[in-house]
């Protein structure tokens, strides 16, 4: 069974539609650590050492988040500036990561349609993720396709319900190594 | 006149009421106020209370009583084991000291030597009531003058048992005790029988206190009633009363006692805030008592044997304590103050002075003079207080560092100076000290300088808003200047001398309040730490998450509502001298506040977090 450490980050939380209930729908899992960024570092001054040690425990790394201008809320680059260090995380000596996977958990306002070479956006939500992929492998992760919830502004309480049920499910089978990673 | 004990009631009330906002607002302090509404309500003056002022002095002692309790409950006995140095040393020869002085004195006079060792050991006490409320008002209790002011009290409120004890050996061999008092149970015993009945009763509230008192607090305290505890804390005092005075002993050196005794009883605290109440109002009609007691009819008969007696005993108790507290190393300006505060005589000589007459050790008519004598010197004791606090003081301040010490030389210099080391200089010290940054730190007070010493931190002793001694702590190439003096005062006065001869250092100031960043905004001082500010947000902060608000949000509202609020104080500032327009525009800014911050809150964003908010596009995709 493999440990999850989800990075989770949204500045207003108390506000969310969506990650509000994602989050009761997976709180208390087992072998899933869930660790609230803002909540723990409203200064944004991030004990590196204390995440390099949460990073070494657990298997799978996940960054779940809003998407907010193609890419993560302010607290997660600031944590990547500050936790991944040269040396620790990449680099000749940096192989503390190796091994381990990494991913995003993302949610966007517009429909998949959307995120399309042809759509609004023309590009796809994987795509807009390279920084986080290019990051992974400089770490010697393995990075695996967002898994992203497509058109919040449109879903309703039941939909987000829906949403909430399957993303669990999805972390159980990825906990539980029934989910094939590319 | 005879009235009902309502109106005399309302009178007492009504003066305490109308009087001491007065002195206070003079600032004269409330000792000096009840004792001049004693005065003014008396029969010297307006006649409102007549003959039972001296009834109502005997009631009203038993705000002494509980004062004493009060005190002693607040020392726990490994406290008074630490302090017996100083109460010990600088008591005992205080109450030695002056009472060979003044019995030798009254022995020069011709007066018989029975009666003049009653005179030493009497006027050689100092008056409790007055000394501790009157520090305390000022916030001068914590100070070395202070600290010994109490130690020396102790010991004479301790020394009352020996001279009660001793006093019946004094009586005359014709001890006809004719005069109609209060019968004690050792009226009618010899001497030594006596003495042994005074060391019982002592014994007896030691032994009760320890195992009778604290089951019955427990008991009491489990019923849950309020009122009960209430009403056992008043029993407690008024029973060691009873029992005191039926031994014919100082009812507040036993309510003294019985404090002690349970200081370290976990109802100390309740115990306390029950009875503290009681005791201002009752202190309050004692010092009312005092005032209203002084006879001027009597004093005018003879103003100036009186004033004389009166003077020279004071001079006498202040001098014998000026050279003991030089003995005892207290710094000279602490020494006046100790000097001054203690120059009076005391409560318990009412007690020790009407049992001499009942025990015809002294004469009907030396003891009305000695009353009226010690009711004035208590009287003055608030006036010198004052004199001290006016005159004496603030040109010491000034001296001190010129006479009795000189500024310390100041070695190094450093881009920072530091101004005042108290807790807020200190913080921001000790902070600039772990990020590298030496500073030249200057402080007043030399207790403190000292103590930081033996610390091995590096303090100067100096006065900040002399130039000179700027100048010699390096401000012509220092870069930035903290100043965190004790008082406004202090803090005006340096921020003065830096703009006006050091006008490139930048300026950071402490503010305790309003008024003062208002005073330091007219002065063009830019950079204003208001003292709380910051730990209070924290709190507010803290308090918001555990109701189960995020912390990210918190954080942001204390930055909001600082921000807000600073700038709200820099439009008021300038528009704080009109009244009307001012409370009008605080009113606003709070309700302007308020708005900001509930819009933060509830349903609209605060435009500075309008980038997380996604209703509008919302809104937007469900048009299409």
């Not at chain 1, 939500?125 to 400089?138: D, G, I, K």
């Not at chain 1, 309703?156 to 669990?168: D, L």
């Not at chain 2, 005794?261 to 109802?267: G, K, T």
């Not at chain 2, 030389?409 to 902070?431: S, Y």
Request: proline fraction near 3%; include cysteine; hydrophobic fraction near 50%.
């Amino acid at each position: 069974m493999a440990k999850i450490l989800i990075l989770f980050a949204h500045p207003a939380l108390e506000k969310s539609r969506v990650h509000a209930q994602l989050l009761t729908a997976i709180r208390g899992m087992q072998g899933i650590t869930l660790h609230d960024l803002y909540e723990v570092y409203p200064d944004m001054n991030i004990d590196v050492r204390h995440e390099q040690s949460l990073l070494l425990q657990h298997d799978i790394i996940l960054f779940q988040h809003p998407l907010y201008w193609y890419s993560a809320p302010a607290i997660i680059k600031q944590w990547m500036d500050l936790v991944l260090e040269h040396g620790w995380a990449y680099g000749r000596t940096g192989t503390a990561l190796r091994g381990k996977t990494a991913g995003n958990v993302i949610s966007a306002g517009s429909q998949e349609t959307a995120y399309h070479k042809e759509g609004w956006h023309r590009h796809t939500a994987s795509e807009f993720m390279l920084p986080f992929r290019q990051t992974a492998a400089l770490c010697n992760m393995q990075y695996i396709e967002p898994y992203v919830i497509y058109g919040t502004h449109k879903l309703n309480y039941s939909g987000i319900s829906e949403a909430a049920i399957a993303y669990k499910q999805m972390l159980e089978q990825l906990r539980d190594g029934q989910l094939k990673i590319q | 006149m005879e009235h009902s004990y309502f109106f005399i009631a309302m009178i007492y009330l009504a003066a305490a009421v109308i009087f001491i906002p007065i002195a206070r607002k003079l600032g004269l302090g409330s000792v000096l106020g009840y004792l001049l509404a004693g005065v003014v309500i008396g029969p010297s003056l307006m006649g409102f209370i007549g003959q039972e002022g001296q009834d109502i002095m005997h009631f009203a002692e038993f705000g002494v009583v509980m004062m004493l309790f009060l005190i002693g409950i607040e020392l726990e006995p490994a406290l008074l084991w630490n302090m017996r140095a100083p109460i010990l040393g600088l008591g005992g020869l205080q109450v030695l000291i002056t009472t060979a002085l003044i019995t030798g004195l009254a022995l020069l006079i011709g007066q018989p030597l029975n009666a003049s060792l009653a005179l030493g050991m009497t006027l050689s006490l100092s008056s409790t009531a007055i000394v501790l409320q009157s520090l305390k008002e000022k916030g001068q209790l914590g100070s070395s003058a202070g600290q010994s002011a109490f130690s020396v009290l102790l010991f004479q409120d301790i020394a009352v048992i020996p001279m009660l004890a001793i006093f019946p050996l004094l009586a005359g061999a014709d001890t006809g005790n004719s005069a109609p008092h209060e019968h004690t149970l050792r009226d009618n015993l010899p001497a030594w029988a006596q003495t042994l009945v005074v060391l019982g009763a002592v014994t007896v509230i030691i032994v009760a206190g320890i195992y009778l008192v604290r089951p019955l607090l427990r008991v009491i305290a489990k019923a849950r009633v309020r009122e009960l505890f209430t009403a056992f804390a008043l029993l407690l005092v008024v029973s060691i009363s009873v029992l005191m005075s039926l031994v014919g002993l100082s009812p507040a050196l036993g309510a003294f006692l019985g404090g002690v005794v349970l200081a370290n009883s976990e109802y100390r605290h309740e115990l306390e805030s029950d009875i503290e109440p009681f005791k201002g109002l009752l202190l309050g009609l004692f010092f009312m008592a005092v005032g209203a007691s002084i006879d001027f009819k009597l004093v005018l008969s003879m103003p100036w044997v009186i004033l004389g007696l009166v003077v020279a005993l004071m001079a006498i108790k202040a001098i014998t304590l000026l050279i003991l507290g030089k003995t005892f190393r207290i710094s000279i300006e602490q020494n006046l103050l100790f000097a001054m505060a203690l120059s009076q005589v005391g409560e318990f000589a009412f007690v020790l002075l009407s049992f001499t007459q009942q025990n015809n050790i002294l004469p009907t008519n030396t003891v009305s003079i000695m009353t009226a004598v010690v009711a004035l010197s208590m009287a003055f004791t608030p006036l010198l207080l004052l004199l001290h606090e006016r005159l004496i003081q603030p040109r010491f301040n000034k001296k001190e560092s010129a006479n009795t010490r000189e500024a310390d030389e100041i070695h190094g210099k450093h881009p920072v100076i530091i101004a005042g080391f108290g807790r807020f200089g200190n913080i921001v010290g000790r902070f600039l000290r772990v990020n590298g940054i030496q500073a030249t730190i200057l402080d007043l007070d030399s207790d403190r300088v000292d103590a930081l010493h033996n610390l091995g931190v590096k303090v100067y002793y100096g006065d900040a808003s002399r130039q000179d001694l700027l100048a010699a702590a390096g401000a012509a190439d220092a870069k930035v200047i903290i100043i965190a003096m004790d008082t406004v005062e202090q803090t005006l006065e340096v921020v003065k001398i830096v703009r006006k001869h050091f006008p490139h250092l930048q300026m950071l100031v402490k503010a305790e309040n309003i008024p003062d960043t208002y005073e330091l905004m007219d002065l063009g001082v830019l950079h204003i730490y208001r003292e709380t500010l910051d730990t209070s947000l924290r709190m507010g902060a803290d308090a918001l998450q555990m109701l189960g608000v995020r912390a990210y949000h918190a954080q942001r509202s204390v930055n909001t509502f600082r921000k807000q609020d600073e700038k709200a104080l820099k439009g008021l500032s300038a528009i704080r001298n009109d009244k009307k327009l001012y409370i009008n525009t605080v009113k606003e800014r709070i309700e302007e506040l308020e708005k900001l911050m509930s819009s933060d809150r509830v349903s609209r964003w605060n435009p500075s977090t309008q980038g997380w908010d996604e209703q509008s596009m919302i809104d937007e995709a469900n048009q299409d």
